[in-house]
Structure formats: C-alpha cells, structure tokens
C-alpha cells in the first residue's frame, strides 16, 4: 500500500536549520509530486511548495522564498524539505504529501504522517 | 495570495446535510476546477475527501459531495454521522505555481 513515512520530531534554537525526509513506498516514487504542507498549533494548513521527484524542478510559496530548500533522492524514494533561519513562529507539524498531477489538480491523495519541529530557546 | 475563506465553524444533527463554503477570487477558485476537499481530525493528516470540485476518490462516501459557483466552492455533507465531525479545508491552485488552502471549518455533530 501507499506510504509516506517522515523522520521523527525535532528541536531546534532560533537561526537553526532543519532538515525533515520524506520517504515514499508502495508507487512509483518518481512519477509523483511531493508537496511540503504545514500547521501551526491550533492553526490551518499552509502550502510550502512543491517537487517534481522526477525532474526535481521546484516551486515554493513566496513566504518560504530564500529559506526553504526541496530535494529528493529517487535511489532511496525520498524527499527532503530544509527550513533555514529558524523562527519561533516556524513551530509546526510539517507534512510531505503525494500529488499525481502537480499542482493538486487530482488532490494531495497521500499524508506522510506529519513531522512536529518546535523552535525554542 | 491570501487564503482562502471558509467559514470557522459550522454544525448539524445526525442525518442532517450542512455545506460549507470556500470563497476565493478571480485568480484561484473563479478561474480553475481544481478545487480539492480535506477532512482533517485532530492529531491526524489530513485525508482526501473531494478533487476537481466534485470527485470523490476511491473509497469515500457518496455522502460527500461539492460544487462550485464562481468565486466561491462548497462542500455538502449529507446524512451527518458522528465520524464527520473533524476539521475541513478547502484548497485550490492559484495560478502562478501556487497553491491555497482555506483557514479551516470545524464540523460539530449535535
């Protein structure tokens, strides 16, 4: 079956970065988009950007322009998504998503399980 | 872009049908059928309710179903049970390699 399995929960200080993966089973990896989606505590759902995991061409959201970084590694069926200059308002639950057309047109079909990163002194 | 407006809170009895709205503008929902539904309850990832306005993938009820009207998309839930009472977000593509996503409508079961 489909999975999305993220890395564990992290803590990092102010200015930090963090790096969170995303690895992929059950598909073809490649054939897919992986969408960054993020919550705050109590908060909605805010679009990060997007990777093509075969071409690993890139778009991201105007407000994670310059501080996000999306990769891949088709070898081992992951992504990656690095948040740089870390702020406390950066505190979420980070999650990676599957997309089959790109821009969501079919819907983000499949949730990783969702990365918590707390930014704190 | 700025998010898409659903409305905060939205509530039913069991059997019930209750909608809820998702307004954008001229760029995102009034120019694009690329509309998608989440159902969302708390702690979990988000699941897949609703794409391309009104389809429904593979393995959710007929229950759910949505619409759109110019600048504005809804989601209908009929026959509310209790297991529909979670957190719904509406998304759309926005033009410009973009994608939006709506502030979130919490659905309460009465």
């Known amino acids: 079956q489909v999975q999305l399995v993220q890395s564990g929960a992290e803590v990092k200080t102010p200015g930090a970065s963090v790096k969170v993966s995303c690895k992929g089973s059950?598909?073809?990896?490649?054939?897919?988009?992986i969408h960054w989606v993020r919550q705050a505590p109590g908060q909605g759902l805010e679009w990060m950007g997007r990777?093509?995991?075969?071409?690993?061409?890139?778009d991201y959201a105007q407000n994670f322009q310059g501080r996000v970084t999306m990769t891949r590694d088709t070898s081992i069926s992951t992504a990656y998504m690095e948040l740089r200059s870390l702020r406390s308002d950066d505190t979420a639950v980070y999650y990676c998503?599957?997309?089959?057309?790109?821009?969501?047109?079919?819907?983000?079909?499949?949730w990783g399980q969702g990365t918590l990163v707390t930014v704190s002194s | 872009q700025s998010a898409l407006t659903q409305p905060p809170s939205a509530s039913g009895s069991p059997g019930q049908s209750v909608t809820i709205s998702c307004t954008g503008t001229?760029?995102?929902?009034?120019?694009?059928?690329?509309v998608s539904w989440y159902k969302q309850h708390p702690g979990k990832a988000p699941k897949l309710m609703i794409y391309?306005?009104?389809k429904r993938p593979s393995g959710v009820p007929d229950r759910f179903s949505g619409s759109k009207s110019g600048y504005t998309a809804s989601l209908t839930v009929s026959g509310l049970q209790t297991e529909d009472e979670a957190d719904y977000y509406c998304?759309?593509?926005?033009?410009?390699?973009?994608?939006?996503f709506g502030g979130g409508t919490k659905l309460t079961v009465l």
């Open positions: 059950g598909y073809s990896f490649s054939g897919y988009y």
């Open positions: 998503a599957r997309d089959p057309e790109g821009f969501t047109q079919r819907g983000l079909d499949y």
């Open positions: 990777m093509g995991s075969n071409s690993g061409g890139t």
């Open positions: 391309e306005v009104s």
């Open positions: 998304s759309s593509f926005g033009g410009s390699s973009n994608v939006i």
């Open positions: 001229s760029s995102d929902v009034g120019n694009y059928d690329y």
